[in-house]
């Protein structure tokens, strides 16, 4: 089993190697994660924003639907 964790005298390499890719694959989650989160918050606020500009032409024009 150590014969494994050595890698042949290679070790160094290969493990830091797992390791940097496992520290970007975390960045990128961690990235995506945070996108989707600001994203989504901006979705709410504009969908807000356009019900209330859909409420203050209805009662700018009675009888007639907003666009």
């Known amino acids: ?3 494994f964790f050595h890698m042949g005298g290679y070790a160094g390499y290969v493990w830091s190697s797992y390791g940097l890719a496992l520290v970007v694959m975390i ?15 901006t979705l709410k ?15 700018q024009r009675p009888g007639k639907e907003a666009a």
């Open 1 to 3: 089993m150590s014969e």
């Open 27 to 41: 960045a990128l989650l961690v990235s995506s994660w945070i996108s989707w989160r600001r994203n989504e918050n």
């Open 45 to 59: 606020a504009l969908q807000v924003a356009r019900t209330r500009r859909k409420d203050k032409r209805a009662t």
